[in-house]
DNA sequence: CGGACTTTTGAAGTAATTCAAGGGGAGTGG
DNA sequence: CCACTCCCCTTGAATTACTTCAAAAGTCCG
């Protein structure tokens, strides 16, 4: 069993691409596999972090929880994609909860193990400042979005980067390939539920989306983008 | 010339905590200074990214400008931070706009350099994805503000942010050491400088703040924790 | 077919923005 | 040293975008 079908897919990842195969190696053989079921809790905000994963298939959200029982919804993680980052910042507990939207499959680190790999081969580590920059940067885009945009605007941002991650498409349009309920839109736009309904009442009628029960079309892309870009 | 002063600056810095000395000489070896002067640009939204600095005296902002001019105040830099994550991100275009507050004092390294030094000391490497780690998370905590939180509330955290990053305890409270408006707040907290004159006003009789022109003093700090914690 | 969850839509309420105008400090230049 | 100017700040009044409240209608699943 020296050929390993997981490599290849470790090598796709954002966390092991462009390292060097035998590092690779190395990184598959201190992994373990780990598998949740749709509406399970990988991590929970407030527990002490202990584990890095990297999920081969399926989708995972991050949400945040305030004091008060309010949510916002982080991001979406998707295959390749680094669960429990916590643990490459160096912060000893989990700032959010990360749960299954799928069923889904992921590759685990221990801490120890993470960091040896980083300290071993210097462009696992590198990589890792990557991704994290890159979040940093998508959420600082976001940050603006929130403090500078007006509803609409700021939903109409959400769905094109939603059908950007998770986008297929079909005859229709393009269709995200999650499950999305009003409330999930919201929180994700920093608006509530009824916003979001009116919002995309309104844009069905000027056939820009085609939505249904924790689903969105996107029939109008372009139109879509337009609303992005008014003030 | 062995003993440099940069050295011993540059072990203490977000970058290189923790990394060996010999590491740290090759990094101070390889960079180059820097000095700009109070509202000087040290590196624009849209340039190319080449270069990470690491501030050694003085104080930056790092502003994000939308297509249609309005602006929001990403955060401060001060001593020993990164300035330039772009080149750690392996972004090629810089997402925002960096600009000395005060007279600032840079140490730099060409992408090429640090790219090589992060290669060749890993530690450096896991630093660099720790910093990064650590800039994420204070954006999720931010962006739950935002969506979240009223903009009384809003105000109140970052003002204790700010004091906790740049506070001087004084006779009067604790005075923020970065001269702020109130058009600078209202970009930080995703308000107007009219909303944050008002509340400040407000502050201001019930003794928790003390402030004047571009000056915030924090007179009643555990008031202003009850205004951010307040539903 | 019952029941839970999701979505829609109207109406009322309100927090915060926008509009508008004036006041005050700090620095500059005569 | 005074006056002028440029910012910055303040405060009222009007407006509005969005939320909150409320109720009903769909839709999916067991």
Redesign the pocket.
């Known amino acids: 069993m020296d050929h390993h079908p997981d490599l290849e897919i470790l090598e796709r990842t954002e966390l092991f691409r462009g390292v060097p195969v035998t590092a690779v190696r190395d990184a598959q053989a201190a992994s373990f596999r780990k598998r949740v079921a749709a509406d399970e809790i990988v991590l929970r905000q407030g527990d002490a972090a202990t584990t890095l994963y990297v999920v081969i298939v399926g989708r995972l959200r991050a949400i945040q929880t305030t004091a008060d029982g309010q949510q916002i919804i982080v991001r979406y993680l998707g295959p390749g994609e680094v669960v429990g980052y916590t643990v490459l910042a160096g912060r000893d507990r989990h700032p959010g909860t990360v749960v299954a939207v799928d069923d889904t499959h992921l590759l685990g680190w221990t801490e120890a193990a993470i960091k040896e790999l980083m300290t071993k081969h210097s462009s696992i580590a590198m990589n890792a400042a990557a991704l994290m920059g890159e979040r940093y940067h998508e959420m600082q885009i976001r940050l603006r979005e929130l403090a500078t ?6 939903i109409a941002h959400t769905i094109v980067r939603l059908s950007r991650q998770a986008g297929r498409r079909t005859a229709r349009g393009i269709e995200i390939a999650i ?8 929180e994700m ?10 919002t ?3 844009w ?1 009628e000027q056939g820009i989306v085609n ?5 969105v079309v996107v029939s109008d892309p372009q139109k879509l983008l337009l609303v992005t870009e008014e003030s």
Not at 179 to 185: E, G, I, K, T, V
Not at 189 to 198: F, I, K, N
Not at 211 to 215: A, I, L, M, P, V
């Open positions: 945009e007006r509803v609409e605007q700021r499950p999305l309920s009003r409330q999930d839109l919201a736009s920093g608006t509530t539920l009824h916003t979001v309904s009116r995309l009442s309104a069905e939505c249904g029960r924790r689903r």
